[in-house]
């Protein structure tokens, strides 16, 4: 279907209309209520001992959790695309399964799997290591809700690229080691560093999985979307909660960046 240019501009004007108020709106005025003490008043906000805190906790978060997605990313791409076994499908389902289950779901399940009268609960009654409500259950939140990225980013490059190189290196006599870092992991590389950044931003950003198993204790237990939470509905304070938005959008667009820059290498390979 041809449209004309009277559609293909009213078109273009509803979708920058829409952007325009669901998004720069609400962050224009974030950032203006941010700095409109000037810059000194949103440094001193965030450089708090909560807010430098909680920037640490978000990024050691991250930290663990992107290798471990990468690791057992690429693995289970491997299987699905590489691998024919009974079940596939059902593990298609599963790591498909945080898209369509709410966050909070996932906490109130961890809670039931890990907590104390949970059914791993005897790993924090026998043996005294806390789960819930402390940084491993961020962690397992975390890595729950970003588990799709990596898989979906290298599972169609694994498609693409097929598997003659691999079985060229296997006659040639590479071991599969050497087969995977020498030819499969060169032609992921881009899809697998775009699933890397899909990874840390969601990381960065979620909330409702987290909350369910943190302490919330400030300077302890919080993460940059807990301060923000914590500030502004538990401490009243608006502009440290717009603070640590703004500082939580800047991740953002740094990481927003980093997604463009991949995303054009990877078209023009």
Known sequence: MILSRTSRLTLRTVALTYLFLLVAVPIVLIFYRTFEDGFVAFWESITTPAAISALSLSLLIVAIVVPLNVIFGIATALALVRGRFRGRGLVQAIVDLPFAVSPIVVGVSLILLWGANGWFGFIEKDGGFKIIFALPAMILATIFVT????????????????????????????????????????????????????????SLGEFGAVIMVSAGVPGESQTLTLLVHGRYIDDHNTFGAYSASTLLMILALITLLLMTVLDQKRTER
């Not at 691999?166 to 599969?176: I, N, W």
Request: hydrophobic residues 50%; glycine residues 8%; proline residues 5%.
């Open 147 to 202: 588990l799709p990225f990596v898989v979906r980013e290298v599972e169609p490059v694994l498609h693409e690229i097929g598997e003659e190189q691999e079985q060229a290196a296997a006659t040639l006599g590479a071991s599969r080691w050497q087969t995977f870092w020498r030819i499969t992991l060169p032609a992921i590389r881009w899809g697998l560093t775009y699933g890397i950044v899909l990874t840390v931003a969601r």
